[in-house]
């Protein structure tokens, strides 16, 4: 007879504080190319979740089009969801932030569905602050159409079918900054620990997170010498920190000399803890993020890690001050004025 492995607390190893396990959080099987970077930013999606014991029903799961807006069929199969129009995903999930608080927002978008027909879209998201996890799976080229230049390929970079680019690239963690984004991080999809403790940050941030996660093309656009490739990626890759995500479910108790670990206390009990490597870095201070940011582009350097964190702005609900019961749980009675209302605004126009 063999019993199932237990953790501390007495669950089962492989299942979370409301009883689901890592399974219960998957979804379709992928259609993307094997060995696509998208596939493993999915993988750690999933894990996040599943560390985390986010419930899925309440997850709505967001996409405009492009590769990198099929891959909500691969997670969360009891979670809600929409797949947008191209470049429109940031206005339909104000919405349905707006419609119904209670739900987290994640959305997935693309180099090409953010940096150029959704900019405008990604920038007013951005400004108003809607709270949702905004992911860029970012590979430079439009996979799904044959593998174009997109707004984020570097100049000089040459595509088998697309010659060479040449036309600077947009920064889409540059953008998120100017707007006044409160989270704003970059990684590597081959660096599967640092994805996952930044998308647990971001799943616990009380606003606009945007993660750019540099998602090689291995079809278009993963030759040696594209700073889009794997190869470029493990070569040149440069952490400004190691990261560790702490619920707030786990007591936050940690002992670190000044200087060399930073703990950020973010709104309602979890922290992040960062670890400097070789240069000193604060991410709450906003213009060295952008001079970091602005550093890395002029000397092709390839920075990951959270460059840029600020808790105090308020997000769009709390602005427009809307009640703290969802709008999509309010009765009839309170949405629908009564017939003397309505002619009372109909006599003011």
């Not at 967001?62 to 969801?81: D, E, L, Q």
């Not at 970059?186 to 996952?196: C, E, L, N």
């Not at 030759?223 to 440069?238: A, L, Q, R, V």
């Amino acid at each position: 007879m063999t019993t199932e492995p237990k953790s501390a607390n007495g669950r089962p190893a492989n299942m979370n504080t409301i009883g689901l396990t890592q399974v219960d959080y998957r979804g379709g099987d992928s259609t993307l190319c094997q060995g696509c970077g998208h596939n493993s930013i999915t993988s750690q999606i999933i894990a996040a979740a599943f560390e985390l014991s986010l419930q899925p029903s309440q997850i709505i799961k967001m996409s405009g089009i492009g590769c990198s807006s099929k891959t909500p069929a691969y997670f969360f199969n009891r979670s809600h969801g929409f797949n947008t129009l191209h470049g429109r995903m940031p206005s339909v999930t104000t919405g349905a932030v707006l419609g119904n608080r209670k739900l987290l927002a994640i959305g997935v978008s693309g180099d090409g569905d953010t940096g150029s027909i959704g900019l405008g879209q990604f920038k007013h998201m951005v400004r108003r602050n809607v709270p949702m996890i905004y992911i860029v799976e970012n590979n430079g080229v439009y996979g799904l159409t044959k593998g174009q230049f997109s707004a984020t390929a570097d100049v000089g970079q040459q595509l088998k079918y697309a010659g060479t680019n040449v036309l600077p690239p947009i920064d889409v963690c540059i953008e998120a900054m100017v707007a006044d984004c409160g989270f704003v991080a970059r990684s590597f999809a081959g660096d599967a620990k640092q994805v996952r403790e930044l998308l647990k940050a971001a799943m616990s941030f009380n606003g606009t997170a945007v993660l750019d996660i540099i998602s090689p093309c291995v079809t278009f656009n993963n030759h040696h010498d594209s700073t889009k490739s794997y190869d470029y990626g493990k070569e040149h890759e440069e952490r400004i920190q190691d990261i560790q995500f702490i619920p707030s479910f786990n007591e936050v108790s940690v002992e670190y000399d000044e200087g060399e670990e930073q703990i950020v206390q973010m709104h309602d009990g979890p922290a992040i803890k960062l670890k400097k490597l070789d240069r000193e870095y604060d991410p709450t201070n906003k213009w060295r993020a952008l001079e970091l940011l602005e550093d890395a582009r002029n000397n092709h350097e390839f920075i990951t890690g959270l460059i840029y964190i600020n808790e105090q702005r308020k997000t769009l609900p709390d602005v427009m001050q809307m009640n703290d019961v969802p709008l999509a749980e309010l009765p009839e009675a309170k949405l629908r004025p009564s017939r003397e209302a309505f002619a009372q605004v109909m006599a003011e126009l």
